[in-house]
């Protein structure tokens, strides 16, 4: 229903941290009060790391200042103090059990003259991944977490498009496109052909390939860049090291806060938190890049009350509208991916029950065929709400003041439909998010019934829960900001199964 538009401020989120204590950043609520499962995860977590043997030593002596305060160049809220990794979580590395593999330098080395991208990130993520799981499958000593520790090399050339310089001693080692996914058999080169074959079956991308590899074995990684940990070390260039220098505790706070949640851990839960509502974020990824394909991989995104979330593949199936450039799901696999997450609820939740409301959130209209899916997959279990949740660039709002407009800000217009600012000046940093007057969220509740001021302060909660950083805010909820990255590494390889996993093993 159509009403006079109304801007209205919806109050900044608080998260719940250490001591049942609440406020609205996480840097504040973890130095006070510590992470919200302080009695849960504490005291010594196993790690391991992986890599070669120089990058090791680089990281190990990270590890081992950021065990101590990392104090900030600036001067401004934005970027605190780090207080160290014991005074803030409550955990410690016990660098005399730390469980260390060497990657060969030499190896990486060689595999990074391949020509061929398939052939050069499929072998330089075998480095690691085949070592990774016979450590699992072998070894007796528990690792919670593993460090991955590469080389910038990797990171330049081990991503989508990336190319190698040329140069005389280049390998070009490969199969030719007709040939790559042919079931003729050779009479000579037959071995040697499907080792080959294998490497076209995963996406060039050295991140979603080495999580996915790892789904399987439920092995979790934390991927480090060297530049990110012995910059010092790697350039000549003073002003660029200044440069980087400001960032020492933001990356402090970013790592601990990833190991500790990847450990077990949850830093910070919603504060006002409504019990019993779950979110549901719906990814998709196509599996060929050729236009008219309408092949594409579904997946679901779930986060719970408490905040943590689980990733759930779906099926496989022509997803993908050409014409709309949309994708949307049939009647059955709908109930199929619904079913999964209220079982998966109903067996996390203390009470045994299914959550009260369900809230699907997309980039796009839902279809008759997939929403009747949903519904009789919730029939006599919950209710489903429908929300559609796309960037603006239509207008922008600006302000007679040296400050943007501020986040939290939202322009009812309609009875199910609103424009929220995620993004915008925050009082307690005294500084906004992003350096350009910022764009709204477009949120319609399209399918279902609910109030829209209720799904906007749910939206700007959710855009609280990265627990793959440690900053104040995203742009974006949860539900839909890591939605292509999950779908990337459900995607990065043909046979790629897994199990309904918890998100940290995905990012």
């Not at 803030?88 to 990657?103: A, K, M, R, Y």
């Not at 549901?280 to 594409?296: F, I, M, Q």
């Not at 994708?327 to 009470?351: C, M, R, V």
Request: hydrophobic fraction near 35%.
């Amino acid at each position: 229903m159509i009403k006079e538009p109304e801007i209205i401020y919806l109050s900044e989120p608080n998260l719940t941290f250490g001591y049942n204590q609440k406020i609205a950043d996480p840097r504040d609520g973890l130095t006070l009060f510590g992470p919200y499962s302080r009695k849960k995860i504490t005291g010594q977590v196993n790690v391991g790391i992986i890599g070669p043997q120089k990058l090791r030593s680089n990281l190990i002596s990270y590890l081992e200042k950021i065990h101590s305060p990392v104090k900030s160049l600036e001067t401004d809220f934005a970027r605190p103090d780090f207080p160290g990794l014991e005074a803030t979580f409550g955990i410690f590395i016990n660098f005399e059990s730390l469980q260390e593999i060497e990657v060969s330098e030499i190896e990486i080395k060689k595999y990074l003259k391949y020509t061929d991208n398939h052939q050069r990130v499929h072998n330089l993520v075998n480095l690691y991944t085949d070592k990774l799981i016979d450590f699992a499958n072998k070894e007796e000593i528990p690792v919670t977490v593993w460090f991955v520790i590469i080389p910038e090399s990797i990171y330049q050339f081990g991503r989508p498009n990336s190319r190698i310089p040329t140069s005389d001693d280049n390998i070009k080692i490969g199969l030719p496109k007709k040939e790559r996914e042919s079931l003729q058999q050779s009479l000579f080169f037959q071995e040697e052909n499907d080792i080959l074959r294998e490497a076209y079956q995963f996406e060039v991308n050295f991140h979603n390939q080495l999580k996915a590899k790892l789904l399987d074995e439920k092995i979790i990684t934390q991927i480090i860049r060297e530049s990110k940990i012995a910059y010092e070390e790697l350039w000549d260039n003073e002003d660029k090291i200044a440069l980087e220098k400001k960032f020492d505790s933001a990356k402090a706070w970013n790592i601990s806060t990833t190991l500790y949640y990847k450990s077990g851990g949850l830093p910070w839960r919603l504060g006002e938190v409504r019990d019993n509502v779950c979110y549901l974020g719906l990814v998709y990824k196509k599996l060929d890049t050729n236009e008219n394909s309408r092949n594409a991989c579904c997946a679901a995104q779930m986060f719970l009350d408490s905040g943590d979330g689980m990733v759930f593949r779906g099926n496989i199936g022509p997803w993908y509208n050409p014409q709309k450039n949309e994708f949307h799901l049939e009647k059955d696999d709908a109930i199929d991916i619904i079913t999964q997450s209220l079982e998966a609820f109903k067996n996390y939740s203390p009470s045994n029950s299914y959550p009260k409301e369900v809230f699907i959130h997309a980039k796009t209209y839902f279809e008759d065929g997939e929403w009747e899916g949903f519904l009789e997959a919730a029939l006599n279990k919950c209710k489903i709400i429908g929300v559609r949740i796309r960037d603006d660039r239509a207008f922008k709002l600006y302000r007679d003041f040296s400050y943007c407009i501020p986040r939290g800000s939202c322009l009812v217009y309609d009875s199910n439909r609103a424009y929220l600012w995620t993004r915008g000046f925050i009082t307690r940093l005294q500084t906004q998010l992003g350096l350009e007057t910022p764009n709204p969220l477009n949120i319609e509740i399209t399918r279902g019934e609910s109030n829209i001021e209720t799904v906007c302060k749910d939206i700007l909660a959710l855009t609280k829960l990265n627990y793959n950083t440690c900053s104040f805010a995203d742009g974006s909820p949860v539900t839909l900001k890591f939605a292509e990255s999950i779908g990337e590494v459900l995607t990065a390889g043909k046979n790629i199964q897994g199990n309904v996993l918890p998100f940290k093993h995905y990012i």
